[in-house]
C-alpha cells in the first residue's frame, strides 16, 4: 500500500493566487514526520517545511504554510502569493517512528506551474 | 552551516563501465547519508543509507554499491552499469544535531548509460 499519496499529478495556478498541494499519508505509529520537498528543473530537493505528529500547530514558513489534520492523515502544502518561481515538482515525505533510513519514504511529486 | 556536495554533476557512461560517484558534507559531524535515485518523471527511490563510518545498509539489491570511508564521505559505486541505471543519483544528509531528522539534499547527479 502506498505510504504517501499526493492525488494531483499537476496543478496550475495564477501568480499571486494561493495553492493547495495535496498528501496524504499511511502509518500506524504514533511518532512520525511530514516534510515537504520542492524539485525545480535543476534537480536539487529544497526542504521547505516539517511538521511532527505530535506538533499541536500548523508548521509555517514564509509563505508555506502545512495544513495538518492528524484524523484524516492529510498533511497539505498551502503557498501563498504564488511566484513564477514556484513552478517545480512537489514532494510530500513521512518519516516513521525514530529511526533513521529506510523509514523516510517519498511521494510521486505534484507538477506546479505558476502562471504569470 | 552545513553544506553537501556531489559530484560529477553529469556523466555518460557506456554500459559495462565502472562508476564512482562522490558525496560530501561539510559542517556537521557524524551525520547520517543516503543515497537515492530518481528515474525520469519518478519519485525517489533510497539505495543506500550509512549511520556510520563502514555501515552501510542497502535497501534495494541491485547493480550498485556504497562505502562510507570518511565520516563525511559517502561513495556510491558500479562495477558494470546496466542500461537501467541511468537516472538522477541525490545524495542526503541528516543529523540528530540538526533539526533531528530533515534530509538535506546536495545538487545530485546525472548519469546517462549508452
Known amino acids: 500500500a502506498q505510504k504517501i499519496t499526493q492525488t494531483q499529478p499537476g496543478m496550475f495556478v495564477q501568480e499571486k493566487e494561493a495553492v493547495t498541494l495535496d498528501c496524504t499519508y499511511d502509518?500506524?505509529?504514533?511518532?512520525?514526520?511530514l516534510f515537504w520537498y520542492k524539485q525545480p528543473s535543476s534537480g536539487e530537493m529544497i526542504f521547505l517545511i516539517y511538521q511532527g505528529s505530535y506538533d499541536q500547530q500548523n508548521a509555517t514558513e514564509g509563505r508555506y504554510s502545512l495544513n495538518f489534520q492528524k484524523a484524516r492523515k492529510s498533511a497539505n502544502l498551502v503557498i501563498s502569493a504564488s511566484q513564477l518561481g514556484d513552478s517545480a515538482m512537489y514532494f510530500c515525505a513521512m518519516r516513521e517512528g525514530r529511526i533513521y533510513g529506510q523509514n523516510f519514504v517519498f511521494g510521486p511529486g505534484t507538477r506546479l506551474s505558476v502562471l504569470p | 552551516s552545513q553544506t553537501i556536495h556531489q559530484w560529477p554533476a553529469t556523466l555518460v557512461q557506456p554500459v559495462g563501465s565502472p562508476l564512482s560517484l562522490e558525496c560530501t558534507v561539510e559542517g556537521t559531524s557524524n551525520p547520517n547519508l543516503y543515497w537515492y535515485r530518481q528515474a525520469a518523471g519518478r519519485g525517489l527511490q533510497l539505495l543506500f543509507y550509512?549511520?556510520?563510518?563502514?555501515?552501510i545498509s542497502s535497501e534495494v539489491p541491485q547493480n550498485l554499491s556504497a562505502s562510507r570511508p570518511q565520516d563525511r564521505q559517502f561513495i556510491l559505486s558500479s562495477k558494470k552499469l546496466l542500461l537501467s541505471d541511468s537516472g538522477f543519483y541525490l545524495c542526503a544528509w541528516s543529523s540528530e544535531l540538526v533539526n533531528t531528522d530533515t534530509q538535506y539534499f546536495g545538487p545530485g547527479t546525472r548519469l546517462t548509460v549508452l
Open positions: 502509518t500506524s505509529d504514533p511518532s512520525y514526520g
Open positions: 550509512s549511520v556510520g563510518i563502514g555501515q
